[in-house]
C-alpha cells in the first residue's frame, strides 16, 4: 500500500525538465501543478491554465525579474514567462536543471529557466540550481547575492515545491531530478 504523499510540484508543464519533474512527481506519488496560458501546445494531464488576471499579474513579475536580467525581446514570449511566476508563488522551495553563466561576476542562470529563479530570489525563496554542464547542485545565497556550489545532494524540505528548467536536459539534469526525489521520499 502507498502512502499518501502530501508535496505538491508546481511546475510548467514543458518538455525537459518540466517533463521529468511531473515524471518522478508521479513516480514518487507527488501531486503536480502544471501552469499554462491559451495555448494548445501544452501536454500535461496537470495542466492548470492561467486567467486573463492571473497572466497579467505574471507580466509584472515579469518585468521586475528583467530589472535583474535585462534581456530585451521578451514581449514574443511573456505567455511562457508568465506562467513562472505562478510556479514560483505557489512553492516555497525552487529546484532548477540548467546551465549557469557569469554575467557581471555573479553566475546566473542561462535561458528561459532564469525568469522563475530570478522571480523565486526577487520573493526571498530557496533556490536550488544544477548546473548541468558541471553535474553540481547550487544554492542562491542571500548574504552572497550568487550562487554557490552545495557540497551534498539538497533534499526537497517544503510541501510545496517548484520543479523547472530547461527543455534542452541531458542524462545528467534527469538523473539529478530522480536523484532529488530518492534523496527525499525514499
Not at 492571473?54 to 530585451?72: I, M, Q, T
Request: proline share 1%; net charge positive.
Amino acid at each position: 500500500m502507498k502512502m499518501i504523499n502530501h508535496h505538491t510540484c508546481f511546475s510548467g508543464g514543458a518538455e525537459g525538465a518540466d517533463s521529468y519533474f511531473e515524471f518522478f512527481s508521479k513516480k514518487f506519488n507527488v501531486s503536480v501543478v502544471a501552469y499554462s496560458y491559451k495555448t494548445k501546445h501544452h501536454k500535461s494531464e496537470n495542466k492548470r491554465e492561467l486567467t486573463d488576471d492571473e497572466f497579467k499579474e505574471g507580466v509584472e513579475n515579469v518585468w521586475k525579474a528583467n530589472e535583474v536580467l535585462k534581456r530585451s525581446k521578451i514581449n514574443q514570449y511573456l505567455k511562457f514567462l508568465s506562467r513562472n511566476w505562478f510556479q514560483v508563488k505557489s512553492a516555497d522551495e525552487i529546484y532548477a536543471v540548467s546551465s549557469l553563466k557569469k554575467v557581471n561576476e555573479r553566475l546566473q542562470v542561462k535561458g528561459g529557466t532564469a525568469w522563475a529563479v530570478q522571480m523565486a530570489i526577487n520573493t526571498n525563496k530557496k533556490v536550488f540550481v544544477y548546473n548541468q554542464d558541471l553535474a553540481q547542485w547550487f544554492y542562491w545565497d542571500f548574504n552572497r547575492q550568487n550562487f554557490i556550489e552545495l557540497k551534498h545532494q539538497p533534499k526537497i524540505t517544503s510541501q510545496h515545491f517548484a520543479g523547472i528548467g530547461t527543455r534542452n536536459i541531458n542524462i545528467f539534469g534527469i538523473n539529478a531530478i530522480e536523484e532529488l526525489f530518492k534523496n527525499t521520499f525514499e
